[in-house]
């Protein structure tokens, strides 16, 4: 054997697993020697941006993480929130940024792997897939590319689990040209008392692999250093984990039958730093010891060393801590459904992860200081400083109103994204009653009236503008979607994309945004129970705009009282809730058409939010509202213009915009708004209500003909309005 | 009527087949692990959707080559009621039980979305519930239903009146922009010579109840209820 | 001992990977290129060590899984 | 002129279906298959006839289009 364990660990061999002095030393400190070779690769990989949150830990501390609702908050592999009749709601999204640039198809497609199984882990069936998505600028030349491979690589993996993606959101924008943010979220739905944990308990108790063999897929870090002690290093480490989703079947299935009986103690995912990580947090979240003998590590590949099987980040693979003397049962679960099954070792009182390896001890480190003791940052920020704010009459008109519409619809930035979800199932498991398209996705539980309700959210220009306002409004826009289809907002889960932490400015911006967000949960009671932080989205010093991701669960008690943004009759009264400025700061108006990025995003004002929301939900429960559609990027004409196009009926809308100019009054993004579609007999009904509670509604038109047609001199029939809608995509995408 | 799901690793469409025709016959249909090979006395055996083995080296390859699908061609051979859909298709095309092959969609895509389809033929055991010529809506979901037949085999299903369901538009035409996937005389399904075995791309199961969106999926297990009563 | 496996389409049998290919191409410029035909490759590592037994055993296992032969042919290599 | 080009994963790349194939010609009976690697199999017409000039092309289409040479290694014939 060339593999050497006992390898000199010289300076050169500590940076190159990205170490600082400052870490090393707390390494020396808590093994009380020179770590061996192994060793050093777990503190690496433990102490990694990714495994210990070093930068962010002290900022996530402020958010609010707890609710009458809430189960399980962060700590645990996802949030866990009670939707009555002691069925749960598990969920969280996760980022493969990296990976998704280097090969789109398998980064993005192995991301929704991975995030169904911090889900399931937990004792969740997954019910829903969602995918929030960066791109750079459609003429980058990358772009296409990118956006092809990441939206094939996400259907393939879902499609072939069988999890519907129901959901999601897609940007575009020259800062993520050389980043682009690919963040997967994944909804579970389990029995109060079936939620499995992973702290592991019990000393004796066998620890178990299942799921694919590991082979030596993206071993990071020490990637030279370590091919210096392997005989042929030629090709041995592919940067690139290829996705096996009907292995991601198959083990979502045992996983879920051993479930079904007493015998786990505890279950943990192989995540990001494999083995490494799922050890150590199970170990010394239970306060025990692992020995493990590395030689029962199902293996890919020959020749593994102990180094490489610590650090392999092989998909599809779980560790779990049976009772006692019950392998053989549960083996039997995993051999019907052909998945690798070893009892790699057991849990012992000493508090260490100690490997063996043909014999010997290669690693030997007490887990509780490994997992506590990591470093944690306080780094150096300078807040965003505040910009100029933006006077809509500064803004020139357009030439011509309805061109603008047309153009705006008709851009990246606001077109159909139907080439995309039509490559996602979003059907399977034939639950899925509201598919993409609307405010939010909606998801019955099954065999229940419930369905659950989900959306993923964030305006990353206004983030970058001014990352407290984005940050809270990120958050509000999940509650408002969510809020639009008639359920209740319950909890978030955040995907939080920004550059380099060591640069104050985007600390700044981090700070900001945590700050912002903080805000509208606590105004909101509506926690953050789970996420994933990704720094250092950065090519060339140059970081991709601050993109805090955010996906929103809420519930429908009765799935009947759903609705959709499509108006269902003719001559239902439009009306329209909130108040509007003509905030046209940082909106997607003046960046389509006059390609700035000026101003101040529209400010949030939370009690005013969750008074509009409040009602809203409220006239929905009653079943008083035909359709119901908030109002958000691009405004209150393409909000309208969308509703048009849903129902394929036109409308007759006329604006009283005073002395706001007519653009920005229907392009401008001020916060807290809904429309609604009425029936007639309702209409008065509806405007008593919002008196009483002190909401402004006002009466903007009327639904019916073939035409969307503006303060009667503006016409746009039905079938270019939507012949606009669609055609950009599917034409970009179509160029080979 | 009795029914059997059989279920490969893999399949995920078992459970809204099985919802249906629990939904729609009153019974819990027998479901089968694809190992286990004693299927009892059925009237209909449903190979639901999904991807069994992954569709890792054809479509439905695997899954054909089973120990259970040999009980399944037995059952067919009995004239025993079968239907196949979307990777059940793809896997009684494997088996031969159909004829043609399931290619990969023409823009090399997966293709989720509602279709058109005509009822071509109506005096089936799959689509008596149905109108002649009737167009409903069935959703698709899939990426390799690109039916492929050779001229003599599509000849003969076209005479004896072996396409069930044929992709159209909304005026009931079988047009290019009406095709999702590229299939043969928008072929979107076929039945046996002797009428017992039926393939189709699209879901009706997705579609029974209007929570779904619509329930044009009801006349296809109602068809099969009548035939067997 | 090796076996290569080719699985090609039989002629007259559509190839929308092929033809997807043979438009890609024009589309990135490469002029000149006629016809695009997509297989599949397939390499198995036997414990067999004689060569005639391995190719009937090879030829088997195309027949029974490796090749639909409705749609396609195929082409052992043993070495 | 013709040219045939073999893509195969590169060596430590996870093939599932070549992993998936071997269990299945394992339940089919056939014994002794240690390792099956999945690839494809791409066969161009070309008007070029100078094999050199050929090449230079088809090696040029399989950086750009025909592989990904991320996880994908490319290897290429011309007759
Ligand atoms: N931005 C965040 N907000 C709230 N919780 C977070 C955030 N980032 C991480 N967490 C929590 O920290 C824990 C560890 O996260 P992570 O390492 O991503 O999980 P895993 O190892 O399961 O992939 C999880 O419980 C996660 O929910
Ligand atoms: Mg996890």
């Known amino acids: ?736 | 009527m009795k029914t059997a799901v059989i279920i490969f690793p893999a399949s995920n469409c078992d459970r809204d087949m099985i919802i249906a025709l629990e939904k729609i016959t009153g019974h819990k249909p027998h479901i089968i692990w694809h190992q286990n090979t004693n299927i009892p006395e059925v009237d209909l055996i449903a190979l639901p959707g999904g991807f069994s083995f992954g569709d890792y080296l054809r479509c439905g390859a695997m899954a054909a080559r089973s120990p259970v699908t040999k009980k399944v061609i037995e059952h067919a051979d009995r004239g025993g009621k079968v239907i196949g859909i979307c990777n059940g298709f793809q896997i009684l095309t494997e088996t031969g039980l159909l004829p043609g092959a399931l290619m990969r969609n023409e823009s090399l895509k997966f293709i989720c979305k509602d279709v058109n389809l005509r009822v071509e033929n109506n005096d089936t055991p799959f689509t008596n519930a149905y109108k002649k010529d009737q167009i409903i809506t069935i959703p698709i979901a899939h990426h390799d239903g690109n039916y492929f037949a050779d001229e003599d085999t599509l000849a003969a299903l076209e005479e004896e009146g072996r396409v069930a369901f044929r992709y159209v538009d909304d005026k009931g035409q079988p047009t290019k922009d009406a095709n999702p996937n590229g299939s043969r005389n928008n072929i979107a399904g076929i039945i046996s010579r002797r009428k017992n075995i039926l393939g189709m791309m699209p879901h009706p199961e997705r579609l029974i109840e209007d929570a779904q969106g619509g329930t044009d999926g009801l006349g296809f297990f109602k068809s099969i209820i009548n035939a067997i009563n | 001992m090796k076996a290569r496996v080719h699985i090609t389409l039989k002629n007259g049998v559509l190839d929308p990977q092929g033809k997807a290919i043979q438009h890609a191409l024009s589309a990135l410029g490469f002029d000149g290129v006629k016809d695009v035909r997509q297989g599949k490759y397939i390499e198995l590592d036997l414990t067999e060590t004689d060569k005639n037994k391995a190719m009937t055993s090879v030829e088997a296992m195309c027949k029974k899984l490796l090749s639909n032969t409705v749609i396609e042919n195929y082409a052992i290599d043993i070495e």
């Open chain 1, 1 to 736: 054997m060339t593999w050497n364990n006992t390898i000199e660990i010289t300076k050169q061999l500590v940076k190159e697993h990205g170490l600082s002095d400052d870490e090393y030393a707390r390494c020396l400190k808590i093994l009380g020697r020179t770590p061996t070779l192994t060793e050093l690769g777990i503190f690496s990989v433990m102490w990694s941006e990714h495994c210990s949150y070093k930068s962010s830990k002290v900022h996530l501390k402020t958010l609010p993480t707890k609710a009458a609702w809430v189960i399980h908050g962060p700590g645990e592999n996802a949030g866990v929130i009670d939707i009555g009749d002691n069925q749960a709601i598990i969920f969280k999204m996760e980022s493969h940024n990296h990976p998704s640039y280097i090969e789109p198809y398998q980064g993005a497609a192995t991301g929704v792997g991975g995030i169904l199984r911090d889900v399931f882990t937990m004792g969740a069936r997954p019910i829903a897939n969602m995918n929030a998505l960066r791109f750079g600028s459609p003429e980058h030349p990358k772009t296409r590319h990118l956006l092809s491979g990441v939206v094939a690589g996400i259907g393939g993996y879902g499609n072939c689990v069988g999890v519907p993606t129901v959901g999601g959101e897609t940007n575009f924008h020259p800062s993520y040209d050389g980043n682009i943010l690919v963040n997967a979220m994944n909804v579970g739905l389990a029995t109060q008392d079936k939620i499995f944990l992973s702290a592991a308990a019990g000393i004796g108790n066998p620890v178990i692999y299942v799921g694919s063999k590991t082979g030596r897929d993206g071993i990071h870090g020490a990637t030279m250093a370590s091919a210096e002690f392997t005989e042929d290093s030629e090709e041995k480490r592919p940067t690139v984990q290829v996705g096996d989703p009907f292995t991601e079947k198959l083990l979502i299935e045992a996983c879920l039958e051993l479930m079904a009986t007493d015998m786990i103690v505890a279950i943990q995912d192989m995540g990001a730093a494999g083995l490494t990580s799922s050890s150590v947090e199970m170990a010394s979240g239970g306060g025990v010891g692992f020995a493990f003998n590395l030689d029962m590590v199902p293996q890919r590949e020959e020749g593994m060393t102990p180094y490489e099987m610590m650090l392999s980040e092989s998909q599809e693979r779980m560790l779990i801590v049976l009772k006692p003397g019950r392998e053989a049962e549960a083996k039997a679960i995993f051999d019907k459904w052909d998945l690798d099954f070893a009892v790699i070792g057991i849990i012992t009182d000493t508090g260490n992860l100690t490997l063996t390896f043909k014999g010997e001890v290669v690693a030997d480190i007490p887990t509780q200081p490994l997992a506590d003791n990591a470093p944690e940052y306080k780094r150096p920020f300078v807040m965003t400083a505040p910009k100029a704010s933006l006077d809509p009459k500064d803004v020139p008109a357009p030439s011509d109103l309805k061109q603008a519409l047309l153009t705006m619809i008709g851009s990246p930035h606001l077109c159909s994204r139907d080439w995309i979800w039509q490559q996602y199932d979003m059907q399977v498991m034939a639950d899925t009653i509201q598919k993409p398209g609307g405010d939010a996705a909606v998801v019955r539980v099954h065999g229940t009236n419930k369905a659950v309700a989900i959306s993923t959210d964030c305006t990353p220009r206004y983030c970058y503008a001014d990352p407290v306002e984005g940050g809270k409004q990120a958050v509000v826009e999940t509650w408002r979607n969510i809020t639009a289809v008639g359920a209740t907002p319950l909890a978030i889960t955040d995907c939080l994309n920004f550059g380099n932490p060591e640069r104050p400015e985007i600390m700044g911006q981090f700070v900001g945004c945590i700050e912002g967000m903080r805000e509208a949960c606590i105004a909101l009671d509506y926690p953050v129970v789970s996420g994933n932080v990704s720094l250092y989205n950065e090519t060339n010093g140059t970081g991709i705009h601050p993109t805090p991701a955010i996906g929103g669960v809420g519930i429908l008690k009765d799935s009947s009282k759903m609705v959709t943004i499509a108006p269902k009759n003719a001559e239902e009264i439009l009306l329209l809730v909130g108040d509007t400025k003509g905030h046209l700061g940082v909106s997607l108006y003046l960046y389509i058409m006059q390609g700035s990025e000026k101003g101040t995003p529209p400010p949030v004002d939370l009690a005013l939010e969750k008074k509009n929301g409040d009602y809203v939900r409220s006239q929905i429960d009653a079943r008083m509202i035909s359709a119901c559609h908030d109002v958000s990027d691009g405004g209150l004409l393409v909000a309208l213009a969308e509703m048009a196009m849903a129902a394929k009926m036109g409308m007759n809308i006329t604006l009283n915009n005073g002395d706001i100019p007519l653009h920005a009054y229907g392009f401008g993004e001020d916060q807290g708004r809904y429309i609604l579609s009425v029936a007639q007999d309702k209409a008065d009904d509806i405007l008593n209500s919002a008196k009483l509670m002190g909401v402004s509604v006002q009466k903007i038109g009327q639904t019916g003909g073939n035409d969307f047609m503006l303060n009667d001199n503006i016409t746009i029939s039905i079938p270019d309005l939507l012949d606009t809608h669609r055609n950009w995509m599917n034409n970009y995408m179509n160029i080979d």
